[in-house]
Structures are given as structure tokens and as C-alpha cells.
Nanobody, 121 residues
């Protein structure tokens, strides 16, 4: 069982930055792939980024070049640095843990409660 708690969301202006954190419970954090997803009102959940246990990364097209995913296994934490934010980035952001890195939500076994990110124009 893995518990995930996101933090760092908030209100930011267009062009601003935020860093999301996701703290995980459990002693085997380093063996999991971690992912970030987001869901805006009235839209389907969208893949944002994923990082493997070996720190290979993969990004969704809409955030490539603006967002960076990273992890610190000693802190059981994964981060999402978000730069050059746009109003279209407004969504609830969720972190997830699973056995392999994937853009598919079904690949992840555990999910956090989410943190709201709002980008004003």
C-alpha cells in the first residue's frame, strides 16, 4: 500500500511558475514509477509526465519543454516543476505510483487526492 499526498498548488499568473510535490509513504518508493496527471473541469484526465525508478522521464506534448519531473528517493518525494504556465494548464493535478512508467492512467496502482492549479490570464 502506498499513500500519496500532493502539495504546492495554487493561483499563479500566466507565465509564472509553480512546483508541485508528492510525498509517498512506504519504504519501497525508489522501486516505483511515478506519474503526474491532470484533469480540468469537463475534460478527461490528461497525462503530464512520468519518471521511472532509474529517472528516465517522458512528457505529454502539451507540457514538453515547460514542465520538469524529478524525484528524490531519499525523501520519498516526486516533484513537478511547472514554468511558463498558461491558462490551459488550469486543472487538478494528481500524482500516481505504479510498477512501470506509462502515459496510461491504468498503469498506476495508487493515486493522490490532487492539488488545484489555477493560472489566471
Amino acid at each position: 500500500q502506498v499513500q500519496l499526498v500532493e502539495s504546492g498548488g495554487g493561483l499563479v499568473q500566466t507565465g509564472g511558475s509553480l512546483r508541485l510535490s508528492c510525498a509517498a509513504s512506504g519504504r519501497t518508493f525508489g522501486s516505483y514509477a511515478m506519474g503526474w496527471f491532470r484533469q480540468a473541469p469537463g475534460k478527461e484526465r490528461e497525462f503530464v509526465a512520468t519518471i521511472s525508478w532509474s529517472e528516465s522521464t517522458y512528457y505529454g506534448d502539451s507540457v514538453k519543454g515547460r514542465f520538469t519531473i524529478s524525484r528524490v528517493n531519499a525523501k520519498n518525494t516526486v516533484y513537478l516543476q511547472m514554468n511558463s504556465l498558461k491558462p490551459d494548464d488550469t486543472a487538478v493535478y494528481y500524482c500516481a505510483a505504479g510498477g512501470r512508467p506509462s502515459s496510461a492512467g491504468s498503469a498506476y496502482d495508487w493515486w493522490g487526492q490532487g492539488t488545484q492549479v489555477t493560472v489566471s490570464s
